[in-house]
């Protein structure tokens, strides 16, 4: 791989000892300050990524930048080695026609909220303490990328019984997040405000990316 590829920079930022100085009110600030340009040379762990990408205009770098940022932060806090560790274990698996870096930076790139970044960055975290698997973290974050980040939100107010109360819509049930029908089945029946139910998906997104 070519070391100016954005992909490789991107996974090299992320087995970085240095992941752990990321400070969230700086680098937000600093981020906020790329409308002015300049300013990345003091987020090195940002800006080594960013550098090696062609923008067409101020706003998409600036954007590109937030991404990043709000992905890598939510990293910081697991030790080196178990970064190093998981990344490395799927680069060398044959299951994936990709690496790491590449399957990362494609998903980061499409995604258009700047809420997304932050849930990718937790479901990845997710996946290097092993509470999920690799495949669940891909599937899960291909659903997130095409699902209107408000919705997303709807699904965090379920209760023991799984019964959905805050909201539901057609895109939460059509990627299998949520159900409109109600199974009371050896269950207490629903308030009557009930939605709908969460499904184990919708569930697992709530408990690694939404918490």
């Known amino acids: 791989m070519h070391p100016q590829n954005p992909n490789e920079k991107l996974e090299i930022a992320i087995k970085n000892s240095e992941l752990p100085s990321l400070a969230k009110d700086y680098t937000e600030l600093a981020i906020d300050g790329l409308m002015d340009d300049g300013i990345l040379k003091d987020i090195p762990l940002v800006g080594t990524v960013i550098g090696v990408m062609k923008f067409g205009n101020s706003l998409n770098?600036?954007?590109s930048a937030k991404k990043l940022y709000k992905f890598l932060?939510?990293?910081?806090s697991i030790p080196l080695e178990k970064r190093i560790k998981k990344i490395d274990e799927i680069n060398s698996s044959e299951k994936y026609q990709?690496?790491?870096g590449e399957m990362l930076f494609e998903l980061l790139e499409k995604i258009e909220s700047d809420g997304k970044p932050e849930i990718i960055g937790k479901l990845f975290k997710a996946y290097i303490e092993e509470n999920i698997d690799f495949h669940t973290f891909l599937r899960l974050s291909h659903i997130i990328k095409n699902?209107?980040?408000?919705?997303?939100?709807l699904l965090k107010n379920y209760d023991e019984n799984n019964y959905l109360y805050d909201g539901n819509t057609d895109q939460l049930e059509s990627s299998g997040l949520t159900s409109f029908n109600i199974n009371a089945w050896e269950k207490p029946e629903p308030k009557e405000n009930c939605k709908g139910e969460i499904m184990d998906n919708g569930k697992l997104i709530v408990e690694y990316?939404?918490?």
């Not at 932060?73 to 910081?76: A, I, M, P, T």
């Not at 699902?147 to 939100?153: C, G, K, N, Q, S």
């Open 209 to 211: 990316g939404l918490k």
């Open 98 to 100: 990709s690496n790491v």
């Open 147 to 153: 699902i209107f980040y408000y919705d997303l939100l």
């Open 73 to 76: 932060f939510e990293l910081q």
């Open 61 to 63: 770098k600036h954007l």
